[in-house]
């Protein structure tokens, strides 16, 4: 054995258990950051809210309304922003294959075949072989000694499960922007109905001004005046008619279907006995530090930190010594029938050593950059924490408000009701002027429509509620057409 080949047989074994260690990681371990909520919500549970820990539940059919069901079913196969956020995760799949991809060597194998006329030469006047043929194979390989692979890999997988939460905050506002939208159209269908019912009333009294006016015992004053506040009734209804047609179409495009259809069908369910449907369900509101945790927005900017935690260990692998393997072999012969033999093949075998002593800072800039770019996803990822629980603070508080004012405002309503009945009854007895009645019939107008209105805020507070609880994404999560494998996305290893 030469002096060389004993010189250079320890080297390469050493290089080579170098290389292969693949226990050091560089870089911060990426972590979840601490959760600061308060320890109870500030909002006072009444009225249906209760504390409890409830599993997700389907919120919509509390409202035992088969049309909105259909229509958050068709939203979750049909909607486009769910399907843009499910490319997305096949996306992040993807990156995460290229990422992990560095991790094994790269082979690539190429022939040729090369045949010459009879009277070619070589560059030194030789006759030139007539046939020649070769194969050859190149290998290479960098060994992840400071982990830059690997934290890459961790970066990638962690932003794989962010855009899995995103798709599920996406499914949890949908179903919500469905449903809001539905109760609204429902709220105008509401409003148009008594509406309509306070027209004929003032339609009614028109016709009574009309007769005593014909008996001499009304002024055209008063015809005038009753004939403005029938007109001004009927004014309304166009606007809600309008309104409706415009909930309706948004609808339409959250279920990815023309508007036509839609409105027909839900002119033809409309049920007057009860326009806006209304959830008896009691609604469970858990501690504040499950309820944000459980959010899929909450775990996304989650996930945002941990990622952004790893690209700082990729960039400070950068600064470190690395090796490359590289090799190539082959065969090569003027005859295939004895191509592959011992005196044919050929081969070279390469380690590379590369240490950027000198980039002008570049690269501990780069570090920087990363490290305040993870810094940006905490700060963010804290700034979502705030406005989660400042949701569900404003929801409850605003569930709570309007219970109350629906609760006045039918008393105000009962209230009005009776004063037009007495007002009537004294002006056909002619106790009291028109002017009268025709005020009392204006309060009732106004307190019915705060009514209708108030009727499709309550509902849509408790849609708003079970948003900001975190909307029960766990039911039908990735079901249907876009079934994507999630198996094993929570085991990312942060290993040092």
């Not at 007057?272 to 609604?283: M, R, W």
């Not at 191509?339 to 070279?348: A, K, V």
């Not at 009854?425 to 002619?430: E, N, S, V």
């Not at 708003?464 to 996305?489: N, T, V």
Request: with cysteine; charged share 25%.
């Amino acid at each position: 054995m030469s002096i060389a080949r004993r010189t250079l047989r320890p080297l390469f074994a050493g290089l080579l258990a170098a290389g292969l260690s693949t226990g050091c990681m560089v870089g911060p371990d990426p972590t979840p950051p601490s959760l600061i909520v308060p320890d109870a919500w500030h909002a006072e549970l009444i009225d249906g809210l209760e504390q409890g820990t409830d599993g997700p539940n389907a919120w919509w059919t509390s409202f035992d309304d088969p049309v909105l069901s259909e229509l958050i079913a068709i939203a979750e196969a049909r909607n486009l922003d769910l399907r843009i956020a499910e490319s997305r995760i096949r996306e992040a799949r993807s990156l995460y294959g290229i990422a992990a991809a560095d991790l094994f060597p790269t082979a690539t194998v190429d022939g040729q075949g090369l045949w010459s006329d009879k009277g070619s030469s070589t560059s030194a006047g030789l006759p030139a072989p007539k046939r020649f043929y070769s194969a050859n194979m190149d290998l290479a390989w960098e060994p992840d000694i400071w982990g830059r692979v690997r934290r890459g890999m961790q970066a990638a997988q962690y932003t794989v499960l962010e855009t899995i939460e995103n798709r599920r905050d996406a499914l949890v506002s949908i179903r919500a922007e469905v449903a809001r939208s539905y109760l609204e159209a429902r709220s105008y269908q509401g409003q148009a109905k008594s509406l309509a019912g306070d027209l004929a009333t003032r339609i009614e009294t028109v016709q009574l001004v009309e007769a005593r006016y014909r008996e001499g015992t009304a002024t055209e004053l008063d015809l005038a005046q009753a004939q403005a506040q029938a007109d001004s009734t009927a004014a309304q209804l166009p606007i809600l008619e309008s309104d409706f047609a415009t909930a309706v179409n948004r609808i339409s495009v959250l279920i990815g279907e023309s508007a036509g259809p839609l409105q027909d069908r839900m002119l033809a369910t409309f049920r007057p006995e009860q326009p806006v449907p209304q959830t008896q369900d009691t609604i469970a509101v858990g501690i504040p530090a499950d309820t944000i945790r459980h959010r899929p927005d909450i775990r996304a900017a989650e996930r945002a930190v941990m990622s952004a935690a790893a690209q700082i260990g990729v960039a400070e692998a950068a600064l470190y010594p690395s090796l490359r393997f590289t090799g190539s072999g082959g065969f090569t012969n003027t005859q295939l029938q004895d191509w592959f033999t011992r005196g044919n093949l050929q081969g070279i075998f390469g380690i590379e050593f590369s240490w950027p002593i000198f980039t002008a800072g570049r690269l501990r800039d780069q570090v920087d950059v990363r490290t305040e770019q993870a810094e940006q996803a905490l700060l963010t990822y804290e700034r979502t924490v705030l406005e989660a629980v400042a949701e569900v603070e404003t929801n409850l508080a605003a569930y709570a408000y309007s219970m109350e004012s629906r609760r006045r405002l039918r008393e105000t309503v009962a209230s009005y009701e009776n004063a037009v009945n007495l007002a009537m009854q004294r002006f056909k007895a002619g106790v009291d002027d028109l002017q009268t009645l025709l005020t009392a019939e204006r309060g009732v107008l106004e307190a019915r429509q705060q009514l209708a209105l108030i009727e499709g805020q309550v509902a849509s507070n408790v849609v708003g509620i079970y948003k900001a609880l975190g909307g029960a994404w766990e039911i039908g999560d990735f079901s249907g057409r876009a079934a994507i494998d999630e198996s094993g996305d929570e085991s990312v290893e942060t290993q040092g």
